[in-house]
């Protein structure tokens, strides 16, 4: 028997497999992986990032397969890819999930994982609790998808007279070609193409237009912790993703900050395991 673990987020997939012993035999990579946005390019690297893993290996008949996504607290999501999955057995769930179980183990606290997409997860006494991670459209607050979005409509706002016009606004307004290229680009982006934008405002911080923006992110962040403290003792919180170390010296002030004992992969392999 094999192990397959799968972590596909709104930026990449990546995938490792094991044998019964843990024993690495394999790793692979692919594109992003959001099966709520794009459930067919999900799927394409979902597999294609599995197949790498398991070159020369085993067949997927062989494997159990654990994958966490990032649009798989939707159940229609899931029940869309899950006939496609090639594998012995595969037990789909959130990317949340899995990223908790590698960060925490057993061990009670609070996981923030912003990259992409967003999403926010306790466990307290074995109790788990998740909020948020229900895409851009309606959610992802704090996430890369989200600033990126917000400095798009921040650098509109400045255009139109409501916000002071910034270094960062007037060059991405000038690259767009103005107000109407900004909204083209904003109509065909994906999650991933607003998150790219986020660099350039870590970069810089003193912008009136990514201050503005991050101290958002910042609050929406804070918000989502403190709703997930509630019920009991403080429990510290662990920051993952491509974001997660931005937003950690603020959270620093308010709760312990620790590290993970594991990546979102080992919370992956976690779930294969449990897949029976």
């Known amino acids: 028997m094999f192990f397959l ?21 394999g790793r692979g990579q692919a594109g992003p992986a959001n099966i709520v946005s794009a459930p067919e390019v999900a799927l394409a690297n979902i597999l294609a990032a599995a197949t790498q893993a398991m070159a020369g290996q085993c067949a997927p008949d062989q494997v159990w397969a654990g994958l966490g996504l990032a649009g798989a607290n939707l159940p229609e999501a899931v029940a869309r890819i899950a ?7 595969a037990r789909v769930e959130s990317d949340g999930l899995t990223t ?3 960060a925490l183990g057993a061990a009670d606290g609070i996981v923030a994982a912003i990259g992409t997409g967003s999403v926010f997860i306790s466990q307290r006494g074995g109790v788990l609790r998740q909020i948020g991670g229900w895409g851009l459209t309606l959610g992802d607050e704090g996430s890369g998808a989200w600033i990126g979005r917000a400095f798009c409509a921040r650098a ?4 139109d007279g409501f916000v002071p016009q910034s270094a960062l606004t ?20 994906q999650p991933a193409d607003f998150a790219a934008l986020v660099p350039r405002l870590l970069a810089m911080p003193d912008d009136s237009a990514a201050a503005a923006v991050l101290a958002a992110a910042r609050a929406e962040v804070g918000a989502a912790i403190a709703l997930l403290q509630q019920g009991g003792p403080a429990l510290p919180v662990v920051c993952l993703g491509g974001l997660g170390p931005a937003f ?7 709760w312990a900050v620790i590290p993970a004992q594991g990546t979102a992969l080992d919370g992956a392999l976690w779930l294969a395991r449990h897949a029976g």
Request: hydrophobic share 50%; charged share 15%.
């Open 5 to 25: 673990g799968v972590d596909g987020g709104g930026s990449g997939c990546r995938a490792v497999l094991t044998d019964a012993e843990g024993l690495v035999l």
């Open 83 to 89: 006939p496609h999955l090639p594998f012995a057995r």
């Open 100 to 102: 908790l179980k590698g």
């Open 156 to 159: 509109l706002r400045a255009l």
């Open 170 to 189: 007037q060059a991405l307004l000038a690259e767009q070609s103005g107000g109407p290229g900004l909204v083209a680009f904003a109509q065909r982006a």
């Open 248 to 254: 950690a010296p603020a959270l620093a002030e308010l």
